[in-house]
T-cell receptor, first 114, second 111 residues
Framework: DSGVTQTPKHLITATGQRVTLRCSPR?????VYWYQQSLDQGLQFLIQ???????AKGNILERFSAQQFPDLHSELNLSSLELGDSALYFC?????????????FGPGTRLLVL | AQTVTQSQPEMSVQEAETVTLSCTYD???????LFWYKQPPSRQMILVIR??????QNATENRFSVNFQKAAKSFSLKISDSQLGDAAMYFC????????FGAGTRLTVKP
């Protein structure tokens, strides 16, 4: 158990809908990362937050957005969902968000868009 | 652009034997970090081992060790005394700022 929690574990929705994925980092970690793992794109970095502020952006679509709240939990919002958004979405956390730190991954949220 | 290449989509090893998984990366940076993550059927991403590029000594964690060749931009993972529980997808990753992952190698362990 990495100490990172993600809810829900599974999510099934329809095209065009909007969903919110939630992540709670390890105790004491200030930085949160979101990743998407799909069959055709592999594991891709989406976005990083540090202490409530966006720090780095990867291959995140404009239909997707994220935020980190004062209690350090983070939410990833996916809107206007398409079939291709079906994937496993991981959250990871680290203490300060620097490149040298190990990132600890949550169990993931499996999203299926029908 | 930094890219990570794992040239072996699948590998197989006999239980108790040794296997080496390959990883190469492309970068113009001199200071970076390399990781191997394991993803078992549960899909959880588990850190196996990490290496700092400024360290010449290869990292070791119990049965897992790396062969880090900075000039060749190579970072292979050696698993000794393979166990059934080692069966998983293994991802090599590179990080300066954001993390870049390879496509993964699926390791099968035969009893």
């Amino acid at each position: 158990d990495s100490g990172v929690t993600q809810t829900p574990k599974h999510l099934i929705t329809a095209t065009g809908q909007r969903v919110t994925l939630r992540c709670s980092p390890r105790s004491g970690d200030l930085s949160v990362y979101w990743y998407q793992q799909s069959l055709d794109q592999g594991l891709q970095f989406l976005i990083q937050y540090y202490n409530g502020e966006e720090r780095a952006k990867g291959n995140i679509l404009e239909r997707f957005s994220a935020q980190q709240f004062p209690d350090l939990h983070s939410e990833l919002n996916l809107s206007s969902l398409e079939l291709g958004d079906s994937a496993l979405y991981f959250c990871a956390s680290s203490a300060l968000g620097s490149g040298q730190e190990t990132q600890y991954f949550g169990p993931g949220t499996r999203l299926l868009v029908l | 652009a930094q890219t990570v290449t794992q040239s072996q989509p699948e590998m197989s090893v006999q239980e108790a034997e040794t296997v080496t998984l390959s990883c190469t990366y492309d970068t113009s940076e001199s200071d970076y970090y390399l990781f191997w993550y394991k993803q078992p059927p549960s899909r959880q991403m588990i850190l196996v081992i990490r290496q700092e590029a400024y360290k010449q000594q290869n990292a070791t964690e119990n049965r897992f060790s790396v062969n880090f060749q900075k000039a060749a931009k190579s970072f292979s993972l050696k698993i000794s005394d393979s166990q059934l529980g080692d069966a998983a997808m293994y991802f090599c990753a590179y990080r300066v700022n954001d993390m870049r992952f390879g496509a993964g190698t699926r390791l099968t362990v035969k009893p």
